[in-house]
């Protein structure tokens, strides 16, 4: 299992070009957190088809995947027109995606929605960032407040798909 959670190069608030406005507004905790550090290389992987597709194989993304579910719409039209875009890839990038883990740290429900929408309620997990003051530590309210769920993808997202994740279930 590989966890994706790129920090970014702002942890260091000296070795950043936008130091200051790291120090004053926190962007390394509001942005440099999400996964966008190694967006290249995670977009690489994509668009060579080097995501897992067997259940041996799992990758995990933290913060809801960061950019890539949110953007995919964008990614899959570069496959579409751009050659160089699609390298090996035999499928679009969003059928990629849905053959990867997500945590549920998005923060709003309407996030969360989305990231449902985009891949899947199956692919879902429960993350926090505990013990850190960026965490969200109500995530069964977050899940239980997302439009659009069954009671079934609640109880999935809640749970039951860490165990098959973890091979438990």
């Known amino acids: ?7 970014g190069q702002c ?23 999400v996964p966008i550090g ?7 992987d994509v ?34 027109v751009r050659p160089e875009a699609r390298a090996n890839a035999k499928d679009l990038p969003i059928e990629y995606l849905r053959r990867m883990w997500f945590d549920t740290l998005v923060y709003e429900p309407e996030g969360l929605r989305h990231l449902v929408e985009a891949v899947g309620a199956s692919r879902l997990v429960v993350g926090s960032d505990y013990p850190f ?18 009671d079934d993808d609640r109880a999935a997202i809640s749970g039951a798909n860490a165990l098959s994740l973890l091979g438990l279930a």
Request: proline share 4%; aromatic share 6%; net charge negative.
């Open 38 to 44: 190694g967006l290249d290389v995670e977009i690489d």
């Open 133 to 150: 003051d960026m965490g969200h530590y109500d995530p069964r309210a977050l899940i239980s407040s997302t439009p659009g769920l069954s």
């Open 47 to 80: 668009a060579a088809g080097n995501i897992p597709t067997d259940e041996g194989e799992m990758i995990v993304a933290a913060h809801g995947g960061g950019y890539l579910p949110s953007y995919c719409g964008r990614s899959n039209h570069g496959h579409r």
């Open 1 to 7: 299992m590989e966890f994706l959670f790129q920090l």
């Open 11 to 33: 942890l260091d608030e000296n070795a950043s070009h936008h130091g200051h406005a790291a120090r004053v507004h926190f962007v390394q905790g509001v942005v440099g957190s």
